[in-house]
């Protein structure tokens, strides 16, 4: 019998919450349907107190920042980089393409082909979200996509070098500085100096999953990947300092990331509330994790990736061991995994037939079609036949 000790917001005051969020993404995708550059002007002055001459970097000013930059820092990417790279190179050397004959004359198949165009978020906000410009970026680069275009917040005012830089040495086409959902839904919709894309992806907050699943349609997207989720799932062995450290850690993200420990142990998660209050009084970005904590610590099942053991953690996929870390959230796991290559690619089939296996197939789908009343469907077939029939 399962024992909670600690128990975060209810159902009802999530959706309360969430009802909040809907409305106010809906009214900034009309303005912006409506209204174009203006509309995306006239909100990022208001989210971000941000009105360049220009979203778009030039190719010069991103020379600029690229080598402005310390080395060490681009480096530090480029390893990372290297590590999302190789993986998803290797996901992608798994999707193979198939034909196969099956019944004399009849051939079926599939081939993977990767979307045209694609648009990145980027997250910034409180945190430059460098990382998430391998993890979107460079796997569309790899699945193949020729257009990738990426958007990141500007931060305090400026914009934010490391993060421009990741994504330029990530393979993006075109960098814009903008953020939220005004930069979703400029990339899903298009404006007069923006064109539009045909899928857009990445992770970010509420407001941002939101602004994807009511885009969704218009665009296709890669999953709802809001406010970071994190499940520990320990027994008497675990280190509560580990465990404390780790569901913080993820906290910080913002103070929607909810955070959870299953235990066979109740002394370990005793000892894990009080290593948390502990380390809540020295961590630098406690205020963020505190009420994350506090308010969203709940029961989840399902996952969009496992780190097993203790000697791998979430900051490790988040940043540079070579999973994504774009992942399911708002309990979407329950019917997808995380961003990866294959996202960017569309199955698609084909099939072709001689005559004689166009005459067999034609004679089954006649009568199949007029079981079901489709009359127009048994004459595409009945012509067939009758043109092939010998």
Not at 14 to 35: C, F, H, P, R
Not at 85 to 110: C, N, W, Y
Request: glycine share 8%; with cysteine.
């Amino acid at each position: 019998m399962a024992t909670y000790i600690k128990k975060g917001k209810s159902e009802q005051e999530l959706q309360e919450t969430s009802e909040k969020v809907q409305e106010a993404v809906a009214g900034i995708i009309k303005d912006i349907e409506a209204n174009g550059d203006k509309a995306v002007r006239e909100l990022s002055v208001q989210f971000d107190k941000w009105s360049p001459d220009s979203f778009r970097l030039t190719d010069e000013q991103i020379r600029d920042v690229v080598e402005s930059v310390d080395d060490s820092v681009k480096e530090d990417i480029k390893f990372a980089q290297k590590q999302i790279r190789f993986f998803a190179q290797k996901q992608r050397e798994s999707m193979k393409d198939i034909e196969v004959e099956t019944i004399p004359g009849v051939t079926l198949g599939h081939k993977n082909i990767p979307v045209n165009s694609v648009g990145c978020y980027i997250p910034g906000g409180r945190y430059p979200m460098v990382a998430s410009s391998h993890m979107s970026i460079l796997t569309a680069k790899v699945a193949g996509v020729k257009r990738v275009i990426a958007c990141t917040p500007p931060i305090n005012g400026e914009i934010p070098l490391a993060t421009v830089t990741a994504m330029h040495l990530a393979g993006a086409d075109e960098i814009y500085i903008l953020g939220g959902v005004q930069a979703m839904t400029a990339m899903a919709v298009g404006t007069e100096t923006m064109d539009s894309v045909d899928m857009i992806v990445g992770p970010g907050n509420a407001f941002v999953a939101e602004a994807k699943r009511q885009l969704f349609g218009k665009v296709g997207i890669d999953l709802l990947a809001g406010p970071t989720e994190t499940l520990v799932i320990a027994d008497e062995t675990a280190d509560g300092e580990m465990i404390a450290t780790d569901l913080l850690g993820q906290g910080e993200h913002v103070p929607t990331s909810p955070g959870a420990l299953i235990t066979t142990s109740k002394k370990m998660a005793e000892d894990t509330l009080k290593e948390i209050d502990r380390q809540l009084e020295v961590l630098p970005t406690a205020d963020i994790a505190r009420i994350s904590w506090e308010d969203y610590g709940e029961n989840m099942t399902n996952y969009g990736a496992l780190f097993l053991g203790p000697e791998t953690n979430v900051a490790y996929g988040d940043k540079v061991i070579g999973t994504n870390h774009t992942l399911p959230t708002q309990k979407a796991a329950k019917y997808t995994g995380g961003l990866w290559v294959g996202k960017y690619i569309k199955t698609v089939t084909y099939q072709k037939a001689t005559p004689e296996a166009s005459v067999e197939i034609g004679e089954y789908a006649e009568r199949l079609c007029e079981l079901e009343g489709f009359m127009g469907h048994k004459e595409q077939a009945s012509l067939r036949v009758r043109r092939y029939k010998k």
